[in-house]
């Protein structure tokens, strides 16, 4: 039977990976695992506690900041497949794993879009909610080992897993330990333990990959980029009449204002004034050197002057340079980051595999129940530098806390469900209006925490710092998040 094989390359290569164990997800997505089965009585339990309360739902809380999916093609469906994804993650689809709506096998080619998160900012740029309703008001949080969505379609049109059939995946992460799987039913809004997940295994295939992405990563953020700056008058080259005709793309720049591109001290015009008198040269012209943004200027009369030169920053090619270099800059931020997340994976020599069998797209998620007795319960309020009091209903404030790995988002009407545990790690940030960020930072915490404690039950007012500029990526939330640590 002929199987073959694919590697899905991406943007950006997810900054942590999931972890390893074989469970499998029966047909029925109520059914617990081999093993461990959740009785019907205990999902009909279960059910009807959280059907009481208000459904829970994935909502994105941004307009521009979105975690991309990766996009998998598979031609011909009557073969089975593997896909594997810079993550580490791994997809093995059977051959003919796929049914129209009307429960017809599909022979046209299907793509299936995946998405992992593994990190606070993915979680938070979901939507997805990690709260599990319970009874007079209360609710459990998750802190997830890892959590992913699997969705498919052929020719624009929806399908299936076909009956009696699964597609196994695979994830990795540095998350050990003990976790259950759940299943989010987002037409009913709820989510679905379906019990003990088996135990997960070192991956050590996976950590040498982390060994050779942290020698790439290390070797592109070697150099940070270098902010442009106005080229100072007394360095700019000022041209009226010099020959550009096989430099096409500078036609309309007169006067022409170049800089020296050199090394060479000795050659640098600063130091030969002498040049600058403009009667003493016949012909002037320049040519492309074949490297971007660099040409040679050269001189001809009694003497002949040759030397590297580029534009001079200013104006519109000063505005310009700044773009470029906010662009490498978020590059750079965005590979130190995941340089940051593979050397702590890399220390702790933990890559860990869980392989699960699903029969249906969802949401899927390795996870705990979060509990901290020492939680203070607050009846919280914020305040938003800048920002008018009448925006509150817009905005979800998400406490980060369990590591990071527990990520709960409240929207205004759920603001009094907040509770701060004093010894666990602990910060917020909330999403306003236009995609702006505010946050309330680790360091915010230690200096305010005896207050927190000492108003446990009563109302507090959080004030929180505004960011400037915008966040751009799922990335720049990362970063974010990151200075919200300190």
């Known amino acids: 039977m002929k199987i073959t094989t694919s590697k899905i390359i991406v943007a950006a290569a997810a900054t942590t990976l999931l972890a390893a164990a074989t469970y499998t997800i029966l047909q029925n997505d109520t059914d617990g695992p081999k093993g461990k089965q959740t009785s019907s009585s205990e999902m009909a339990n279960q059910e009807s506690t959280q059907q009481a309360f208000a459904q829970l739902a994935v909502e ?124 989010f039913d987002e037409q009913a809004g709820r989510w679905a333990n379906q019990g003990a997940a088996e135990s997960p295994q070192k991956d050590l295939m996976a950590l040498a990959e982390i060994e050779t992405e942290v020698k790439e990563l290390r070797s592109k953020t070697a150099r940070r980029p270098i902010e442009p700056m106005p080229t100072p008058e007394e360095e700019k080259l000022i041209f009226t009449d010099l020959d550009i005709k096989n430099c096409p793309e500078l036609a309309g720049k007169n006067p022409l204002a170049l800089t020296y591109a050199g090394k ?115 009846m919280a309020d914020f305040r938003f530098e800048g920002f008018p009091a009448t925006i509150n209903r817009y905005v979800t404030v998400y406490l980060v806390t369990g590591d990071n790995r527990v990520v709960v988002g409240l929207p205004q009407k759920d603001w009094g469900k907040l509770r701060i545990s004093p010894d666990a790690d602990n910060k917020l940030i909330a999403v306003l209006p236009g995609d702006k960020v505010a946050i309330f930072s680790q360091s915010d915490f230690d200096r305010e925490m005896d207050a927190i404690q000492q108003s446990g039950g009563s109302r507090y007012v959080f004030n929180m710092k505004v960011e400037s500029g915008q966040l751009g990526s799922v990335e720049g939330l990362h970063r974010i998040l990151r200075k919200a640590s300190s």
């Open 60 to 183: 994105e809380p941004f307009e521009e900041v979105k975690l991309q999916a990766e996009a998998l093609l598979i031609e011909d469906p009557s073969q089975p497949s593997i896909h594997e994804l810079p993550s580490g993650t791994v997809l093995k689809v059977p051959a003919n794993a796929f049914a129209d709506a009307g429960g017809e096998t599909v022979a046209t080619p299907v793509q299936l879009s995946f998405r992992e998160f593994h990190n606070a900012a993915e979680i938070i740029a979901s939507g997805i909610p990690m709260r599990i309703p319970k009874a007079e008001g209360e609710e459990d949080w998750l802190q997830t080992a890892g959590m992913f969505e699997i969705d498919g379609s052929s020719e624009g049109q929806p399908v299936e897993i076909a009956e009696q059939k699964a597609i196994e995946v695979g994830l990795l992460s540095r998350e050990g330990g003990e976790y259950d799987f759940w299943i």
């Open 264 to 378: 060479d001290e000795k050659a640098d015009p600063i130091n030969n004034e002498w040049i600058t008198d403009h009667g003493i040269w016949r012909k002037k012209s320049l040519e492309p050197t074949g490297k971007k943004g660099v040409y040679q200027l050269t001189l001809l009369g009694n003497e002949a002057y040759r030397i590297p030169v580029k534009l001079a920053l200013q104006g519109k090619n000063l505005e310009q340079a700044r773009q470029e270099y906010q662009k490498a800059l978020a590059s750079y931020q965005a590979d130190v980051a995941l340089l940051q997340d593979a050397e702590a994976l890399l220390a702790q020599q933990a890559a860990f595999r869980r392989t699960v069998e699903v029969a249906s797209f969802k949401i899927y998620n390795y996870d705990a129940l979060w509990k901290k007795e020492n939680a203070v319960p607050l």
